[in-house]
Each structure stands twice: as C-alpha cells, then as structure tokens.
C-alpha cells in the first residue's frame, strides 16, 4: 500500500495563494508519474495537474493554466502544487495521485495510488 500524505491545504480569500504539498516515502518515488486531482461536493474528482516522473512534462486543465504550478523534488520526495489567484470555484478537496504515466492527455485512470485529501476552501 502506497501511503501518500498531502498536507497545506486550508481557507483563502478569493485572489489569495496556497501551496499544497504530497509525501510520498519509498525509494520509487522518481520511478512514477504524479498528479493532483480534486472533488468538490456533488462533483467528480477532476484532474488539476500532472508532471512526468523526471518533472520534463506537465499538464493543466484549462481553468488553472497560468495559475497553478506543479513541481515535484525526487530527492525528497515530495510533489506540490503552487495556487495562485485563487477563484471560489476552486474549492474542493484535493488528492495527490501516482501512477505509471500517460500518454496523450492524463486520465483519472493513469492513477491507481491516493492520498487522503486536503480541504481547500477558498471565500468570496
């Protein structure tokens, strides 16, 4: 059982910034694609953001472009997410995901391996 643990999530202002982060302990960490979803109630989890294992390639849904940033460090194994100008409909709770990778755009199903989640709740 892979244990990946989020933790930054919290309540913001509309315009405010947070930064979320994902643990993930084992020596594999590099070996695998990562990506953060969310779900806000009533909703289906929906992708955020992806990057490949080595960082060289990410991806965004389009109503966070320019806004978010994904990065991860394989020498501490960890991944964040970096959100800026924040909107109220970004709220909702957000999952760190692993998985083997993908190809063309990343789905929900390239990712078998989640975090518990953190709250983001962002006022307007």
């Known amino acids: 059982q892979v244990l990946l643990v989020e933790s930054g999530g919290g309540l913001v202002k509309a315009g405010g910034s947070l930064s979320l982060s994902c643990a993930a302990p084992g020596r594999t960490f590099s070996k695998y694609a990562m990506a953060w979803f969310r779900q806000a109630p009533g909703k289906e989890r929906e992708l955020v953001a992806a990057i490949s294992w080595s960082g060289a390639s990410t991806y965004y849904v389009d109503s966070v472009k320019g806004r978010f940033t994904i990065s991860r460090d394989n020498a501490k194994n960890t991944m964040s997410l970096q959100m800026n100008s924040l909107k109220a409909e970004d709220t909702a709770v957000y999952y760190c995901?692993?998985?083997?990778?993908?190809?063309?755009?990343?789905?929900?199903?390239?990712?078998?391996?989640w975090g518990q989640g953190t709250q983001v709740t962002v006022s307007s």
């Open positions: 995901a692993r998985g083997e990778g993908w190809g063309g755009t990343p789905r929900l199903v390239d990712f078998d391996s």
